[in-house]
Structure formats: C-alpha cells, structure tokens
C-alpha cells in the first residue's frame, strides 16, 4: 500500500492565490484526492471581482506533460458555449434573429423537411433530429469535406419529433448554426470565431482547429487561462477588460432554460438528470444563476451570477462515472471558500 501510495503521491505545479481570509484548503484537497481519478492531471482556476483569487495545477509526478493554466487541451462540448455565443454577436448586429428559419439560408433541410427548424431551436438542442450516438456522429464527421456536406448529411437524418417538442443533446443544431454564419459572412467558422471571440477576449491559444470543416459543438481546443477570459466576459453580462463582446440581452437569453415541461427529452447526457437542471443556448442551466457547459473529457466551467464568480476546471479523462457528483462538490467548496469572512 506504502508503494502504490507513493507511486499515486501528486505533485503540486502551482499555488493558490488567496485573497484576503478566504480559505482554499478543501479545494486544495478536492484536487489533490481526486486528480488521480480524472487522468492524474488538474487546472482550477476561480475568478471573482476580476481577479484571479484561486488558480492551482496538481500533476502525478509520474506523467512527463504537466498541467498549468496554459495547457492547450480538446476541450469537447466546452465548445458549444463558445459557438452559441459567436451566433449571438450576429444576433446582436442585427444580421441574424433567432426567429430565423434554417431553410432560408439552407434550401437542402428544406428539400428534407427540416427547414422550418429556427435558429434558437438549434442552440437549444430541440430541432427534432434525431442524431446517431456521439462517438458514431464525430466518426462519420472525420470524413466531411465541405460545410455544405456536413449539411447534407445532417438533412438525411431522420426526425423524431416536431421541432421544438424533443431535446435531444447532440452536434446537429450548432452545425447547422455554423453553416448558417458561414452562408451569412461568406467566411469560415474557424476565421469568424478568431475575430468576433477570441482576438476580443485574448484567447491567444483557443481555436477550432486546422479541419476543413469546424465542429461547433465540440471542435475547440483551450487552456484554462483562455477560457477563463471569456467566463469572466459572460459574467460580466457581455463586456470583457471594457470590450462589449455580447449584449447583455444576448447573456440573458443564453442562460434561459429552454426546457419546458412539455418537450421529451430524447437524449441527455449520463448524470444530468433534466429536473432543476436545464439547457439554454449552448450551456446548461444550474439552479438559480448558475450556469455550466461541461466537456466529454471531464473540464468543466461555470459561472456563479448569484455569488458573483466564475471557474474553470481543466482535466482530460473519458471515465466520466461520478463525475457529476465531484462537479457539484467542487462547487460546493469553491462557495464555501469564497463565503469566508
């Protein structure tokens, strides 16, 4: 036992930042106690009052990569957040409304029937396309060449419900939504998320890759630094460093929960449990003012509007077994923390 222990012993790369008497402790333990289950490595990085109060990396000094805050990963469905929100600065500029039919901009989910599916319903997962599995939609996606084919292979899909009855988790909306600026601006996903997100927020290392066609829904990559930057803009209801990048309309109409009582919920993620727990545009909603958009390979950010913060953790692991419940417990000691007198 004395073997394995030291063989599993973490190396701390990094300090806590305490500000003022809040007392980091137990997060210190949290990351410490649980880095090993989630791929040995852990970024956390706590925002409030635009400061930097927390930020801390623990690595098993086994692994030859070591975690810090700028650490480039995939950080999957994280990426959802960001698309939403590049959807919305055409929103706000009035070249784009959330109302807007996808047949419009794209006759080919007409000619499926798919084209009176609006553009709100693909933030919020309710098209009423019924998507393969994950794994199998990003297999068949390796092999797209042009945005144009990736909406066609999205038109042929089948339906299972009317638009905006069934929500169903899946990479289908956002593309569409993708394909829709590009039809708009006559430029790439990639190039418009550069210039409307990242350059603004100095997401100097955050992009959707070098792939001919961008995957909105999970095709980012980041580090917790970066993606701090643009946590700290939503909360700040749209402004980062006195930069307008989202109105705060646009901030309030993501974190709405779009899942009423009356739509079926045709797939959610393992562990989030539709309830108090709900989805808006391109994030999930979290109970009063908190809101979240987690990754398959366990980062995990949120946004705490009632207590006035914002985190980001960053791991990489595909067992996601108690991840939710490690997620609402980091929660809980992050508020606790910040509630020290």
Not at 143 to 151: F, K, L, N, P, S
Not at 212 to 220: D, E, I, K, S, T
Not at 328 to 340: D, H, K, P, S, T
Request: hydrophobic fraction near 40%; glycine fraction near 10%.
């Amino acid at each position: 036992m004395e073997m394995k222990r030291i063989i599993l012993l973490l190396v701390v790369c990094g300090s806590a930042g305490v500000a003022g008497a809040q007392d980091f402790s137990k997060v210190d333990s949290w990351l410490e106690a649980n880095a090993p289950r989630m791929g040995g490595r852990a970024v956390l990085m706590v925002e409030k009052d635009g400061k930097i109060v927390y930020s801390r990396a623990v690595n098993d000094r086994l692994l030859a990569d070591k975690y810090t805050p700028e650490t480039r990963q995939r950080i999957a469905s994280c990426s959802k957040w960001l698309s939403a929100a590049l959807v919305m600065t055409f929103v706000d500029e009035g070249k784009l409304r959330l109302d807007d039919t996808v047949g419009y901009y794209l006759p080919v989910l007409s000619a499926h029937g798919k084209g009176n599916i609006t553009v709100r319903e693909c933030l919020s997962h309710l098209t009423g396309i019924k998507e393969p599995s994950l794994w199998k939609s990003i297999a068949e996606m390796r092999g797209v060449r042009t945005m144009d084919e990736a909406i066609e292979k999205i038109a042929e899909m089948p339906m299972e419900g009317a638009p905006g009855t069934v929500f169903r988790y899946s990479n289908a909306g956002l593309q569409i939504a993708g394909a829709i600026l590009e039809k708009i601006s006559g430029q790439s996903f990639g190039q418009l998320f550069l210039e409307r997100i990242a350059k603004p927020l100095g997401m100097i290392n955050t992009d959707f890759g070098d792939r001919q066609v961008a995957l909105p829904a999970g095709g980012a990559s980041s580090t917790a630094e970066d993606y701090m930057h643009f946590l700290e803009m939503v909360r700040n209801r749209g402004v980062y460093h006195s930069v307008r990048i989202l109105s705060e309309h646009s901030v309030e109409e993501m974190e709405k929960n779009r899942i009423g009582t009356d739509v079926r919920i045709g797939y959610s993620p393992a562990g989030a449990a539709m309830g108090e727990v709900g989805y808006g545009y391109g994030e999930w909603t979290m109970g009063p003012g908190v809101v979240s958009s987690p990754g398959l390979f366990g980062a995990f950010p949120w946004v705490d509007n009632g207590r006035g913060y914002c985190a980001f953790l960053m791991v990489y692991y595909l067992d996601n077994r108690g991840k939710q419940e490690r997620d609402v417990q980091l929660m809980r000691l992050v508020n606790e923390a910040l509630q020290q007198p």
